[in-house]
């Protein structure tokens, strides 16, 4: 079975700071990962996904999360934050990449950005 | 890409009666996938439709409470059957697709709360 653990439920931070968003995944096999940001009234959307070749990965809108194995973790960060960025955010995991996987998602956590 | 659209995107109905969301996509796509939102909980996958056959249910969710159609490569839909507050969720489809970038995409979801 596969798990992820999304700690806390809010971060906020001000704009321009570094944004950190922690995820840790537990997976019996070699997981594949993924984050998804979710704007308000809006579906998820794929911000990137870690799927064994490098391990740290670049998304869309300047954001990026490194796959540490031996920490179990998936964590996303933005060197600066942008009040768009104010959304939620989900981790989620797979045993496959493709496309029609399965996805077990953590329970989010919403970005507040301070001007 | 895909785009996917979602009807009703919000309801409030009175327990002991049903919902059928619809969720179409612009293309023709293999499966498709029905996720609840519980409020402050993560996204949980309901089952997944292949047309032309009956939908797979996981683990916790029954057909004659959630009947799910597929008539085609582009429409799905999901009932909630006999609804009780508990069932006041998101409810989101999402379809798989393949090529360069094989991803998920998300419909924006249908807010349903029950009084």
């Known amino acids: 079975a596969q798990s992820v653990t999304q700690l806390g439920s809010h971060v906020s931070v001000s704009e321009g700071a570094l944004v950190l968003l922690r995820c840790n995944y537990s997976?019996?096999?070699?997981?594949?990962l993924f984050w998804y940001v979710q704007y308000p009234n809006q579906g998820l959307q794929l911000l990137l996904k870690?799927?064994?070749?490098?391990?740290l990965v670049k998304g869309i809108n300047g954001f990026e999360a490194e796959f540490k194995k031996s920490e179990t973790s998936f964590h996303l960060t933005k060197p600066s934050a942008h009040m768009s960025d104010a959304a939620e955010y989900f981790c989620?995991?797979?045993?496959?990449?493709?496309?029609?996987?399965?996805?077990?998602f953590g329970k989010g956590i919403t970005l507040s950005v301070r001007p | 890409s895909a785009v996917i659209s979602q009807k009703p995107s919000r309801d409030i109905c009175q327990r002991g009666t049903s919902l059928t969301i619809q969720c179409q996509v612009d293309s023709q796509v293999t499966m498709m996938f029905w996720y609840r939102q519980q409020p402050g909980q993560s996204l949980t996958l309901i089952a997944t439709?292949?047309?032309?056959?009956?939908?797979?249910?996981e683990s916790g969710f029954v057909i004659d409470k959630f009947p799910i159609s597929r008539p085609n490569l582009t429409f799905s839909t999901l009932t909630v059957s006999n609804m009780s507050p508990e069932d006041s969720s998101i409810y989101l489809c999402?379809?798989?697709?393949?090529?360069?970038?094989?991803?998920?995409?998300f419909g924006p979801g249908t807010r349903l709360l029950v009084l």
């Open positions: 870690y799927t064994s070749a490098a391990t």
């Open positions: 999402s379809v798989g697709t393949s090529g360069t970038l094989e991803t998920q995409y």
């Open positions: 997976s019996s096999v070699p997981p594949y």
């Open positions: 989620a995991v797979s045993e496959s990449a493709g496309a029609n996987s399965k996805l077990t």
């Open positions: 439709a292949n047309q032309g056959s009956e939908a797979t249910y």
